[in-house]
């Protein structure tokens, strides 16, 4: 799977060019998280048209970038994240994003960023959503 990140110096009204620039190439947006961190933006989106979504971007002057992600399925119940963040720890890999995506009765979907995918995905092959 893959996410597009974008950061952005805060202003009102970014969100709705962001959106607005991906409907205006037919891109559905199926997740989004934005958040202010002091004065930039940061906007982490999953699309169904990456390429379409990075080309409407650049068009409108956007920085984004896409980076491909491991989702994972575990149990949504305390300390099963921490049991898997554990596992990254302890091979030194370190992860650039960690975004829970969707709760479904007892297991969450949790994507995961990392320099290092190859052996990230060989970290976490007994929970991960293929």
């Known amino acids: ?25 037919n891109v559905n947006i199926d997740s989004i998280d934005a958040e202010s961190v002091g004065s930039a933006m940061i906007a982490v989106l999953t699309v169904d048209k990456y390429d379409e979504a990075l080309r409407a971007l650049a068009a409108k ?5 896409s980076e491909e992600v491991i989702v994972i399925q575990v149990e949504d119940r305390p300390g099963e994240l921490a049991r898997i963040m554990r596992r990254f720890k302890d091979a030194n890999i370190n992860l650039r994003s960690i975004r829970p995506i969707r709760r479904s009765g007892t297991k969450s979907f949790v994507a995961l960023g990392t320099e ?13 959503v293929s």
């Open 1 to 25: 799977m893959k996410q597009i990140t974008i950061v952005e110096a805060d202003r009102a009204g970014l969100a709705a060019d962001i959106t607005e620039a991906l409907a205006a190439a």
């Open 61 to 65: 002057g956007f920085q984004a970038f």
């Open 116 to 128: 290092r995918t190859k052996e990230a995905m060989e970290l976490v092959k007994d929970v991960m």
